[in-house]
């Protein structure tokens, strides 16, 4: 019914189709004959841009009337991937589009694929961060993302010679879902120096001065919710020299050079996205970032929060902000600056108040990505941050002391001060003391948060403080947009799309698992979506694969803890195995096809070597005329938010197989699972609550308990333990040169049994066999593992990111949704 009413929608095809030819001819300037895919996207993205303007405005119109409370999504990550598609499926258009451009010669796919991702992001908590901007929208929520507007997202990955290459990713040549707002700026602070003094009063003030201003820009695109006219608001913030082109002053004295390049200091702040993500490094410039966009967003924020004219004791109650991981853990001595130094409130309010609006995710327990800032560089750029930073620690102490008066050495273990050389700002900690909530992401995470790096704080602040939202996808781009065939079958029963918005109506469809018209297409679907990624494999990397064989696929962020090393060690198991079977036994193989795909860290040799390894075993397997279809081994390149929508509906078998306990939650498990497709994993991260809900059979668990994980590591320590004996053949075959030059595999192989094996491969190498061996024989019973899929995907409902947006408005911001008015 929200359609009928909605100002988002072209009432015919060829309104739509008028609309696209004006913004051709006129916005770009271009003639109808020579107009290619490209043109087409720009004229189609521009015409539907329209449409979302409207309702754009008028949803912030209508926030602004009403002045609820609202949340803000604080990330220096949204990994968005494409909006074309996605906004025509938003504004329920899809058929109307889909008409319109064939009657102007155009294949929609084609057109939408033209589209560049924007890859504000390194992998999953920017991909999260995504999801709940869409859910926001859908449920309606009054909710801001606030980031940075990079010049380049997360690299091009290219593979030269089986090595990775990074290329630049200038994404902005044309981006017409962004609006620039040069009269939204702020004027951010660094450097400088603090003067105190005493007011009339004898109150202590305290002043920033003397430091070097940058200038925050404001860019806004719009987020358009599903079956709804409510489109949220982006804002991502660009650095700009503070007086404009270039500094006048110098340039009349004619320091040319020196203008410029100031202009040019203050622009890379917002150049590029930093692409670790995982190891902390310190980095000046990667601090800047964080203080602009946390500086910019706040004055944003309070500058709202201030046209209201209400008390200050009211901003909690208006203003939820929630921290994407220590990130932006500067917003919270930012706000306590703003709140003492700027608008002359006490400590306790100020702190109350502070206190009482952030929230914080926590996204990892792994000890080397915790972020550590080093004090004389905090000192160096923010002073005053400095000062408040031991403010607030110091507050915290002494509450310490008063509540464990004999625990004197915990002080020490919870300072937010880490008193090492240098010292160094534990932002956790910081977050911790500074937000109401605490979250982890999946319950696992979520009780090693509470049992190990913030055990201290537990007992501080009691249990209530630290809860667990686990982590969800939104199944409008992650089932409907990826897999529309499946979208549509499953429609077919349910009676149209409403689960898009109620995931938990899949669960319907169980009573289909037994229908023989539904299996079948089922089926074919999986297939096609299979056919679909093997012509791309084709295409793309010049390797011929067969959809009937078993496709097992790992695609994500290259990192030992996530043991992509563990999956391609068993892949050479395999083929060594395959290598001594006689041709006869070979005839009675599952075929497979082993596919990888994901980005290393710039800087992360070992996670390189895993993407040489996987290409050179590539190399000698695909072409090995005894091994035929019977295994392949593909890498695709350059793994991103477009080519998973490609890469998620074609498993049969995904990969989640981290060192338990290392892997938070895991996202890209739920996506594998609502499109049909089974899972190899351990008991890690929302592994764990994906087997509660699909039942245990329906997934396929192995390896050690993250309660053993101290013991094993405690064995390889003292050098009791026992190499796997299969695994060792493996190490011998690479030594052996099989897979070109070992050289670059050493680091690779000593890291497990020279090194004390960290995450435990040697440890997992035989249950991680033997359950491949268990997938091989339950996938040649067609019937029975089609079975499993259908009742796992029935079972995915917990799994959408709109059970997640609800969790958190009511655990942690109290925020209500603002539905849109019926009617115009
Ligand atoms: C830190 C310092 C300097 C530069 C970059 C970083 C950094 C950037 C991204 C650190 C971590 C980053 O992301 C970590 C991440 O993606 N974590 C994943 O979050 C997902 C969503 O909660 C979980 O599902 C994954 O398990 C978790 O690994």
Redesign the pocket.
């Known amino acids: 019914a929200w359609r009928k009413f909605s100002a988002k929608e072209f009432k015919t095809t060829e309104e739509f189709e008028a609309e696209v030819v004006r913004h051709i001819e006129t916005t770009l300037a271009r003639s109808l004959f020579n107009c290619d895919e490209a043109a087409a996207y720009a004229g189609t993205a521009l015409a539907l841009r329209d449409r979302l303007i409207i309702e754009w405005n008028r949803t912030q119109q209508q926030q602004t009337f009403a002045d609820p409370k609202r949340v803000y999504y604080l990330s ?2 949204f990994l968005m991937g494409r909006a074309l598609d996605n906004a025509i499926l938003n504004v329920g258009m899809k058929d109307v589009a889909e008409k319109g451009l064939a009657e102007l010669g155009f294949r929609m796919e084609d057109v939408i694929s033209q589209e560049r991702d924007a890859a504000l ?8 961060a995504a999801c709940f901007l869409d859910s926001l929208a859908t449920l309606n929520y009054p909710a801001w993302g606030y980031a940075l507007r990079y010049r380049y997202g997360i690299f091009r990955q290219e593979i030269v010679d089986g090595y990775q290459v990074e290329v630049p990713d200038y994404w902005l040549d044309f981006n017409p879902w962004e609006f620039p707002r040069h009269d939204v700026t702020v004027d951010i602070q660094f450097y400088g120096s603090v003067r105190k003094y005493r007011d009339d009063s004898g109150k202590q003030i305290s002043v920033w001065e003397n430091g070097e201003i940058v200038k925050a820009v404001a860019y806004d695109a719009p987020i358009p919710g599903y079956g709804t006219r409510t489109t949220n608001n982006l804002r991502l913030w660009s650095s700009k020299a503070s007086h404009g082109e270039f500094d006048f002053t110098k340039f009349n004295a004619g320091e040319y050079e020196a203008s410029v390049a100031d202009q040019q200091r203050a622009e890379t702040i917002s150049a590029v996205l ?10 000046e410039l ?1 601090l800047k970032q964080q203080y602009f966009w946390c500086a910019a967003s706040l004055f944003d924020i309070v500058r709202r929060f201030k046209k209201s004219k209400k008390a200050w004791k009211e901003f909690p109650n208006q203003v939820a902000i929630q921290l994407n ?3 932006p853990t500067l917003a919270i001595p930012e706000l306590m600056r703003i709140l003492l130094d700027l608008e002359g409130l006490e400590w306790d309010e100020a702190w109350q108040i502070t206190q009482m609006t952030f929230g914080y ?1 926590n ?2 327990v792994m000890p080397e ?1 915790l ?1 550590k800032w080093s004090v004389p560089l905090v000192q160096h750029l923010l002073p005053r941050h400095l000062q408040l930073i031991y403010d607030i620690n110091f507050q915290f102490l002494q509450f310490v002391e008063r509540s464990f008066p004999k625990e004197r050495e915990m002080l020490g273990r919870v300072s937010i001060i880490e008193e090492s050389e240098p010292k160094r700002v534990r932002m956790a900690y910081l977050a911790v003391i500074g937000s109401h909530k605490v979250n982890g ?2 319950e696992l ?1 979520s009780d090693l948060v509470r049992t190990t790096i913030f055990k201290d704080f537990v007992r501080i602040y009691g249990p209530d403080k630290f809860t667990n939202v686990t ?1 969800g996808i939104t199944p409008r781009r992650w089932l409907h947009q990826a897999n529309p065939r499946l979208s549509a079958l499953i429609a077919s029963k349910l009676g149209g799309h409403e689960f898009l918005r109620d995931l938990n109506l899949l669960h319907k469809i169980e009573a289909y698992v037994d229908d023989k018209e539904f299996r079948k297409e089922f089926q074919a679907i999986k297939f096609a979506n299979k056919k679909r990624l093997a012509d791309y494999t084709k295409e793309v990397q010049g390797i011929t694969v067969d959809p009937h064989s078993l496709f097992d696929i790992q695609v994500k ?1 290259i ?1 030992e803890y ?1 043991r992509q090393q563990l999956n391609i060690f068993g892949v050479i198991h395999r083929y060594l195995e395959l290598k001594e079977m006689s041709p006869e036994d070979r005839k009675k193989v599952q075929p497979r096809v082993s596919f990888f795909g994901g980005k290393a860290a710039p800087g992360y040799w070992m996670a390189k070597m895993v993407i040489h390894l996987i290409n050179q075993v590539g190399k000698v397997v695909n072409n090995d005329k005894d091994i035929g279809d019977l295994l392949k081994v593909v890498f695709l390149e350059d793994y991103n938010v477009s080519k998973a929508e490609i890469i998620t509906p074609a498993s049969d078998i995904s990969e989640h197989i ?1 060192t338990a306990g ?7 498990n739920m996506k594998f699972v609502l499109n049909g497709g089974l899972i190899i994993g351990t008991c890690d ?2 592994n764990i609550e994906i087997t509660r809900e699909v039942g245990e059979d329906n997934i396929f668990l192995f390896g050690n308990l993250s309660e053993d994980v101290d013991d094993l590591r405690h064995h390889h320590f003292y050098g009791d333990f026992q190499l796997d004996p299969s695994l060792k053949r493996v190490f011998d075959t690479i030594r052996s040169g099989t897979f070109g030059d070992s050289g670059p595999f050493t680091g690779l192989v000593d890291s497990i049994v020279d090194h004390g094996d960290y995450y435990l491969v040697s440890d997992d190498f035989k249950s991680y066999i033997d359950t491949q061996k268990l997938i091989d024989e339950a996938y040649k019973d067609q019937d029975a593992w089609l079975t499993k899929t259908i009742t796992a995907v029935s079972r995915m409902g917990f799994f959408s990111s709109d059970r997640c947006i609800d969790e958190y408005a009511e655990m942690i911001w109290n925020v209500e949704p603002l539905p849109p008015p019926k009617e115009n």
Do not use: C, I, M, Q
């Open positions: 220096l990550e992001g390194n992998g999953g908590l920017g991909r999260l930093y692409p670790n993500d995982s190891l902390d490094r310190g980095k990667r991981d220590t990130h995710t996204h990892t990505a972020e992401v999946a995470h982590n962020r990192h996530k981290s290392t892997e938070a939650s895991g996202t890209s991260g929302a």
